[in-house]
């Protein structure tokens, strides 16, 4: 289970990395004169919880238990991300965003060792 934490964790990561990045090399971020502060704390909030899934999943993959600590921070930053971000999709009448978002906070629900306090025993080799 550890190793589909991990994997899972890093692709989701690398995805959030790899959708915001596009979106701002497209000039597709969403109010971006209208709201530019707003903008940067999202931003940082997206990229920060990217990171930590990346660096927490590389790290639980080799089994380090400081890994499991930050992989449940990092997937609690997720869970907010995917209940919040589907709100401006709601909006647009985008509901291919919408049920990807869904569907990947189930999964997330299911997976993280957050919601699954026994997976700690078994990160402690």
């Known amino acids: 289970m550890r190793n589909i934490v991990s994997v ?9 990395g790899v959708f915001w990045s596009v979106l701002w090399a497209m ?12 903008l940067v704390t999202t931003l940082t909030a997206q990229f920060t919880t ?25 997937s609690g930053m997720l869970v907010y991300s995917l209940i919040q971000q ?6 647009r009448h985008a509901m291919t965003f919408v049920v990807l978002f869904a569907v990947t906070f189930v999964i997330t629900v299911l997976l993280s060792p ?3 306090p026994s997976l700690d025993v078994e990160c402690e080799s």
């Open 8 to 16: 899972y964790s890093v692709t989701m990561g690398l995805a959030m």
């Open 86 to 91: 589907p709100g401006y999709y709601l909006e």
């Open 50 to 74: 990217a990171l930590l899934l990346i660096v927490s999943g590389i790290g639980m993959w080799f089994s380090g238990r400081w890994a499991l600590r930050l992989n449940m921070f990092a």
């Open 27 to 38: 000039s597709l971020l969403p109010d971006m004169s209208a709201k530019p502060m707003e």
């Open 114 to 116: 957050a919601f699954k």
